[in-house]
């Protein structure tokens, strides 16, 4: 299973930008899937967006046009760029990843790095 560490977090104002990091290790982070959720106070976590090993991607619609995933295999990093952030953007930013979709997918990892804050606000 892959080990992970993320950074990047803090506050920052509507409409500004951040970028997110990702490092891996432990595992073949090549073959796998990687993915950024979020887990908003009293929410459930969801899959925001993820990447597979050739660099197609997937985004659930409220942050379609305004994240971005990417990943660098050779350094084990998977990034997520975040612009025009809203209030509503504000929750801890985990990443993570699998060779298996179902598990990406539905987020049923057995374990979750410490996560990154990003709060949203003036």
């Known amino acids: 299973q892959v080990q992970l560490v993320e950074s990047g977090g803090g506050l920052v104002q509507p409409g500004g930008s951040l970028t997110l990091s990702c490092r891996a290790s432990?595992?073949?982070?090549?073959?796998?899937?990687m993915a950024w959720y979020r887990q908003a106070p009293g929410k459930q976590r969801e899959l925001l967006a993820a990447?597979?090993?050739?660099?197609?991607?997937i985004y659930t619609d409220s942050v379609k046009g305004r994240f971005t995933v990417s990943r660098d295999n050779a350094a084990n990093m998977v990034y997520l760029q975040m612009a025009s952030l809203k209030p509503e953007d504000t929750a801890v930013y985990y990443c993570?990843?699998?060779?298996?979709?179902?598990?990406?997918?539905?987020?049923?990892?057995?374990?979750w790095g410490q996560g990154t804050q990003v709060t949203v606000s003036s």
């Open positions: 990447i597979n090993n050739g660099g197609g991607t």
């Open positions: 993570n990843g699998d060779h298996r979709w179902t598990v990406v997918s539905t987020g049923a990892f057995d374990s």
């Open positions: 432990g595992a073949r982070f090549s073959i796998y899937y």
